[in-house]
């Protein structure tokens, strides 16, 4: 007979991974709809436009890009991840044998599951779109770039899987010690500030100018802090009986 | 600066009211939205996104061409040597591949008085004066240069408007139409923000050249062409 302790920590996060990928299914449905709202929104200015006048002329560019979808989709992650870790989705966990360790890590899991699921939904919204625009302009339409390199889908999936990993470990963060509580609250306040007071000190464009590869490894490094320090705050606040 | 951090709370608040409205509808109807049904709904939604793909790249083809970075370095080449040319009044860079159209007038007498209205077009045209020994009085032959328009990479020296040539009162009036808008729907599936910020950094070759077009006047050696405004 095999006893509830016999279990191993990676059968438990096997099992819930699998529950839990099926249970949170709604989350990737509203990405779908947020996705064709905003496909809709941009369909006639598209993601960005440039302009030029002169010679008799007014040249204007309605650029087509993944940018709006990358922000909406990782916005998402974000706030699935940060959804994730309520008190809503905890009272789920009750349902399979669960410790708070197991189930931050099989949410970590899920979260990277639905990541690469929410980049390949976006590239679906982005061409829909783009179907539609050369339905409707058939004559002035310019294809620079159909394809999408696979380092550029490696970077939406790092992009995306940074959000998540960012709203898991707030989410957890605010279930944790109250030392921790206390820091992140402190951090989160300083960052606000910091945003609001002196945007321009924020400077992401030594970030920018490195390779699409080097930027996507260094999301997934950042991501996989962010899983980590997550795995550690749930351990620290798990329920022991002493 | 308001306009992203609008951007942004917008595109959060409407992630949460649609994110809880799907979980409220799907607890609702939870036999109609069961996630067998969700996952299917999903699939096909992505399916639907490569059939799109496939058939943009199968039976889509865009008239507009881009020019190559080798064509863009000719276009360059050219466009330096037609300044040189018009800095040193040369007119032997206006040959028939830049011709565009040719009016063909009659007026009185010996004289013809030249009325340009460029109005707010924006227009760059450079005029001259050439005195043809075989022309017969009373004739003028008006010919308009069309010198190469690149904007980012496309050949657009074929929608520039041409200009309203025309003899009235005895007088050659040069008009400039209009300003024509021209929009384009540009495909580029990769992410705008990169490309624009390493662009801008590396200082790629400019895209874009014009030069100012130029209205050749062929008249007889016998007839004045009067300027009043001093345009050439």
């Keep these: 007979m ?6 191993s920590l990676k059968t438990i996060v096997k099992k819930q991974v699998k529950w839990k990928a099926k249970l949170y299914i709604s989350a990737l449905s509203s990405l779908v709809i947020v996705q064709i709202i905003f496909g809709l929104l941009t369909s006639s200015a598209g993601s960005g436009s440039s302009g030029y006048g002169g010679e008799n002329l007014t040249v204007h560019f ?3 890009s993944l940018d709006t979808f990358l922000i909406v989709t990782a916005i998402w992650a974000f706030i699935v991840a940060l959804l994730f870790t309520t008190k809503a989705y905890r009272i789920d966990d009750l349902s399979v044998i669960s410790s708070r360790t197991s189930s931050a ?8 599951i639905y990541s690469f699921i929410a980049v390949i939904i976006m590239i679906s919204t982005y061409y829909l779109q783009v179907f539609g625009i050369l339905l409707v302009e058939k004559k002035s339409f310019i294809i620079e770039d159909l394809f999408i390199s696979p380092s550029i889908l490696l970077l939406c999936f790092s992009s995306v899987c940074l959000f998540g990993a960012i709203g898991l470990l707030l989410g957890t963060s605010f279930k944790g010690p109250v030392v921790i509580k206390i820091l992140v609250s402190t951090l989160l306040l300083l960052g606000l500030i910091l945003f609001f007071m002196s945007p321009e ?14 930027i996507s490894v260094l999301y997934l490094l950042m991501a996989l802090l962010c899983f980590s320090l997550t795995i550690w705050i749930a ?8 | 600066m308001t306009a992203t951090t609008l951007f942004f709370f917008t595109t959060i608040l409407l992630v949460i009211a649609i994110y809880i409205l799907v979980s409220k509808l799907g607890k609702k109807a939870k036999n109609i939205w069961t996630p067998k049904r969700i996952i299917i709904g999903i699939t096909s939604y992505i399916v639907l996104g490569l059939i799109a793909f496939i058939y943009i790249s199968f039976f889509s083809e865009s008239k507009i061409q881009i020019l190559s970075p080798s064509e863009i370095k000719q276009v360059e080449k050219k466009s330096d040597q037609i300044q040189k040319y018009d800095q040193e009044n040369d007119s032997s860079y206006l040959t028939e591949e830049y011709k565009r159209k040719t009016w063909e007038l009659r007026y009185e007498g010996d004289t013809l008085p030249v009325v340009i209205n460029e109005g707010d077009s924006g227009s760059r045209v450079n005029i001259r004066v050439r005195y043809n020994d075989n022309m017969e009085s009373g004739n003028a032959l008006v010919t308009y240069y069309q010198l190469p328009v690149i904007i980012e990479g496309i050949d657009l020296s074929n929608e520039v408007p041409l200009p309203n040539i025309y003899v009235a009162q005895n007088q050659l009036f040069i008009e400039s139409l209009a300003r024509q808008q021209v929009n384009y729907f540009r495909i580029k599936a990769t992410l705008g923000i990169l490309d624009m910020n390493r662009e801008l950094e590396r200082e790629s070759y400019v895209m874009s050249y014009s030069n100012p077009n130029v209205i050749v006047i062929d008249i007889p050696r016998s007839t004045v062409l009067e300027d009043s405004q001093g345009l050439f």
């Design chain 1, 2 to 7: 095999q006893s509830l302790t016999n279990i």
């Design chain 1, 62 to 64: 309605s650029n087509y």
């Design chain 1, 105 to 112: 890590i099989a949410n970590i899991f899920v979260m990277i």
């Design chain 1, 201 to 214: 000190s924020i400077n992401v464009r030594s970030l920018i100018m490195l390779s699409n590869l080097m």
């Design chain 1, 235 to 242: 351990d620290k606040a798990e329920v022991t009986r002493k």
